[in-house]
């Protein structure tokens, strides 16, 4: 700049020569003072720098050397173990021969784990699941490696979750209740009218996690087996195949409206979605502390239940010094201030140096003196044959299927929407019905009200040739697969819906979407799922239909859209988790 200056200025003279050099006085002084503040710039971002090199290190990762502990716990655990691996790991502890240990955490259901870590997904230095027994069902699929070295961190009882209300107008807590009473009440609603005084609504919904993915929900139901043989003895493969306890099961399982794929979530739920989502439900005590505020009280079965004691087990194929951390890191957990932390988190600390105290109290409906008859651990071959039990006595789906297939809906979005479609088909049950709706321009009824079984492979067939093109006709497809359901809806199965799109309604003549057309698509007791795919979907509408029906809306895209669909499968029942 200076050289093309002096090649413009030098010509002119002693009057320009002045004028030339007092510019470059000026710019040369400007220099100075912009190098100055240059310098002082690049010092204080390499000390930020600096401090963000050593934010990332303590708070993204763990430190240099350290032995990184994996730890998988069943997700009733979550709100305890969070906070406290977050302490542990802030606190810089070190092994007694100086090694520093960070722990990572997931939460995973006691079935999901056995598929994770049986396939090779997944090997936790440590896993918690909700009971040994999962230890023995995945040593059974060829992984013994978490059965020598476990040790219980805390104790809770499998209860029925109420609202305190209901509870109260059922006779809580003088007058015990079992859970043939719930499943009964669930079951009937004449008989639910009566209880109830008529004051919750014309049923009696109730919810529990999955038996096959989730340890509460196998535990739920091995109780009802327990309690229809009377006995607190385990119960046996032939017990279970007892007609007598094929319709206790049975009788319970129609009733059921809402099936979780994880404790916590179930728990959470309940609370955020309030008593018209759900009345009832099988939880353990500690989330129902947790969530409920005693609002949401637990009820102790009349007939007995299961305790999870909560083995954190080493894995003893793991290296020397990644064992010996999941040892000093279990220990840590056992300790007095982590068992403080658990006792708030309301579980039944396994320290005795810790004293019961709230939240386990008369304030959140806690009875320690429950639960007076403790069911024995069930064996590898009755939580199998739990499983298959359950198949057989839930109640059939009866679905409809609303899957958008107008021209935005090209590329990757119609690639991945197939494929996690075509999966969930296949993870349906034998004696479940769908119908299948394509809607672009026009709805087009592809499947109608076909039991799965028989008709698997044309259902599949019928999605993979799914093509993109067209407009969006969401209003009419909903109000279609409204009056498809209403046609075929009966008392031995369990309506759904679900509505995948990924766009505004550009294309509807016959509905509007109003309160008419809500109050169509939850009719008949109808659940309904929605999906919004993609950030251009009508993510209000889908909301507030799912939240109507109580159901669940969902955010998805190519990379979430098959996770969505698995988690749409446990609420439906689907043939997923151990034994599958």
Request: charged share 15%; net charge negative.
């Amino acid at each position: 700049m200076r050289i093309q200056l002096d090649r413009q200025i030098r010509p002119l003279g002693n009057k320009a020569r002045f004028w030339r050099n007092l510019f470059q006085s000026k710019i040369q002084n400007l220099k100075s003072k912009m190098a100055g503040r240059l310098w002082l710039l690049i010092i204080l971002l390499g000390l930020a720098a600096v401090a963000c090199g050593f934010s990332a290190d303590e708070e993204s990762g763990p430190p240099r050397n350290a032995t990184v502990v994996d730890v998988a716990a069943n997700t009733s655990l979550r709100p305890w173990l969070e906070g406290i691996v977050n302490t542990f790991n802030e606190s810089g502890l070190e092994t007694p021969d100086g090694k520093p240990v960070y722990v990572t955490l997931q939460s995973i259901e006691a079935g999901e784990a056995v598929t994770a870590i049986a396939t090779g997904e997944m090997a936790p230095a440590v896993w918690i699941p909700d009971d040994p027994v999962w230890t023995n069902v995945l040593a059974d699929q060829g992984n013994p490696n978490y059965q020598g070295d476990c040790a219980s961190l805390g104790s809770s009882p499998l209860v029925m979750a109420m609202w305190r209300p209901l509870a109260e107008s059922l006779g809580w807590p003088g007058l015990p209740l079992g859970w043939l009473d719930v499943g009964s009440l669930a079951a009937d609603p004449a008989t639910w009218k009566f209880f109830s005084g008529g004051r919750f609504g014309d049923s009696l919904r109730l919810g529990h996690t999955h038996p096959g993915l989730s340890g509460s929900g196998a535990a739920t139901l091995l109780a009802i087996v327990q309690a229809a043989e009377a006995k607190p003895e385990a119960v046996t493969v032939q017990d279970i195949q007892q007609p007598i306890v094929q319709a206790s099961v049975g009788a319970f399982e129609g009733a059921v409206s809402w099936f979780s794929n994880s404790t916590d979530s179930l728990g959470q739920t309940m609370s955020q979605r309030g008593s018209d989502f759900l009345g009832a439900a099988v939880l353990y005590e500690s989330t129902v502390v947790f969530y409920g505020g005693g609002q949401i009280v637990p009820v102790y079965p009349l007939e007995g239940t299961f305790v999870a004691t909560h083995p954190a087990c080493v894995n003893e194929a793991a290296n020397l010094d990644t064992i010996t951390a999941a040892r000093f890191f279990r220990d840590y957990l056992m300790d007095e201030p982590a068992q403080q932390a658990a006792l708030a988190a309301g579980l039944r600390p396994i320290n005795g140096n810790v004293p019961l105290g709230a939240p386990l109290d008369d304030a959140h409906g806690v009875d320690l003196s429950q639960p007076q008859i403790v069911f024995s651990p069930p064996t590898v071959a009755a939580v199998y044959a739990a499983q298959e039990l359950w198949q057989a006595a839930r109640k059939p789906v009866n679905l409809v299927m609303l899957l958008d297939t107008s021209g935005s809906m090209a590329g990757d979005k119609m690639e991945n929407a197939r494929a996690s479609a075509v999966q969930f088909v296949e993870q349906m049950g034998d004696a479940d019905y769908l119908t299948l709706v394509a809607f672009s321009t026009f709805p087009d009824v592809l499947i109608n009200h076909q039991q799965v079984g028989p008709a698997r492979d044309k259902i599949v067939r019928a999605i993979e040739g799914l093509v993109a093109d067209g407009d969006t006709s969401l209003y009419d497809a909903i109000g279609d697969g409204a009056t498809l359901i209403a046609e075929t809806t009966s008392p031995r199965t369990t309506n759904a819906l679900v509505v995948l799109s990924d766009g505004l309604d550009t294309a509807s003549y016959r509905y509007n979407f109003d309160e008419t057309l809500m109050q169509a698509a939850a009719g008949h007791d109808t659940t309904v799922f929605t999906i919004a795919y993609g950030s251009d979907a009508d993510e209000n509408l889908l909301s507030e239909l799912a939240n109507r029906a109580n159901g669940n809306f969902y955010r998805g895209d190519e990379a979430s859209i098959a996770a969505i669909y698995e988690e749409m499968s446990a609420a439906f029942g689907g043939s997923l988790g151990i034994g599958r």
